[in-house]
């Protein structure tokens, strides 16, 4: 049967993600208090932190472990070059520390641990053993350690994004989003405030989820995020999601990303009002995003690339399937489907990245594109 068929990758990757978001949260509480050695630059100057590496060691290491390593083949943003350095002693040792506090917890959420502490080389070889290139062939998982890491560095929305790819497609995606709350509600307070005010004995008080979804299931799952502390087997039932049925643009809320670098704001924003969109816009960082759309906290959110820059599979991929699988509509500007089947890049992307609720709203916007696209734009 079909729905048997990818059921221990979908139990052990939504384990997995559980865990990786327990480590993030960690690391965030402790970042927010302090800033040092706990952050380095990538080239492109996003910063990467500890908890980058940490998600992705621990992924890669869990995943091995049920399925082998011979048989894992991981594609990650993250590489261990800088980490590898001479000035980053200090910054490995808190990635290390950080991994094995991950995996201590994990008989918790019902995954082996390791019989001994990971030592520095073993952490290091999990971070290089995800170093798969995806393509159309073949079984791989994508992988994004911290979507959003500036939302992350600032104690904002992030997500961490799990995704097993077949054969170009995009079969099983888990979306993690540890400051994004169980209920739409929370969403208008910023995260420091409902942090510090949180009653932590209050059931309705949940803050946190994890979503996730299985190509051709037609449905789409919210769990609220589990903590270490907490047993898998004792936890709170998952709840279908699904994407809103506003249809009138009048009505529909879009999603737009909060950092300028790598979009194309204002042709969005035109598009938007040309559209009818009036709602002010829910600004959100990294795949939260998907998560807003798939569970019908917004209708539309849109991507349009700067000049030269080139969209990456494990920026969209556990979002994608989640939202497709929640009822909403996914396609390039030209109504084309994602292509994750050409390496790490969405290839042949037509101008950006439209997701709705629904194929109304959908078609309207691909039709605003048409009319009112100018390569001046970009």
């Not at 994890?210 to 449905?219: I, T």
């Not at 690339?305 to 699988?325: P, S, T």
């Amino acid at each position: 049967m079909e729905d048997e068929k990818y059921a221990k990758e979908l139990d052990v990757a939504v384990k997995v993600v559980h865990m990786a978001c327990s480590l993030c949260r960690r690391v965030q509480r402790g970042l927010i208090s302090r800033t040092g050695d706990e952050v380095k630059s990538k080239d492109d100057d996003s910063p990467v932190t500890v908890a980058d590496w940490g998600v992705q060691a621990s992924v890669s290491w869990l995943l091995s472990e049920v399925f082998g390593s011979q048989s894992v083949s991981i594609v990650a943003e993250e590489d261990v070059q800088a980490l590898s350095k001479s000035d980053s002693a200090g910054l490995l040792a808190a990635v290390v520390d950080a991994v094995n506090e991950c995996l201590d917890d994990a008989p918790n959420f019902g995954l082996q641990k390791p019989d001994e502490h990971l030592t520095t080389q073993e952490v290091l070889e999990a971070i290089k053993r995800c170093n798969s290139t995806g393509g159309p062939e073949g079984r791989y998982w994508v992988l994004d350690p911290v979507d959003g890491t500036l939302g992350f560095v600032r104690g904002n929305q992030y997500a961490v994004a799990l995704a097993l790819i077949e054969d170009g497609e995009v079969i099983i995606g888990v979306l993690g989003c540890p400051n994004y709350p169980m209920k739409k509600e929370w969403l208008n307070y910023h995260h420091h405030y409902y942090q510090s005010t949180s009653p932590s004995n209050d059931d309705s008080w949940e803050k946190g989820c994890v979503m996730y979804a299985r190509r051709g299931s037609g449905k789409a799952w919210m769990q609220p995020l589990l903590h270490g502390d907490v047993n898998i087997e004792s936890q709170y039932e998952a709840k279908l999601i699904r994407v809103s049925s506003v249809d009138d643009p009048a009505l529909a809320t879009f999603c737009e990303p909060v950092e300028k670098a790598n979009s194309n704001q204002s042709f969005a924003a035109g598009l938007a009002h040309s559209v009818g969109l009036r709602k002010q816009p829910l600004r959100v960082y990294s795949m939260v995003k998907y998560a807003a759309i798939a569970r019908g906290d917004a209708e539309v959110f849109m991507k349009f690339a700067r000049c030269g820059y080139k969209e990456k599979i494990w920026d969209h991929a556990a979002g994608v399937v989640i939202v497709q699988e929640a009822g909403g509509v996914v396609t390039d500007a030209g109504g084309k489907p994602l292509d994750f089947s050409r390496g790490i890049y969405l290839e042949g992307l037509d101008r950006g990245i439209i997701v709705c609720c629904g194929s109304t709203l959908h078609e309207k916007i691909v039709g605003a594109v048409y009319a009112s696209w100018d390569s001046s734009n970009l």
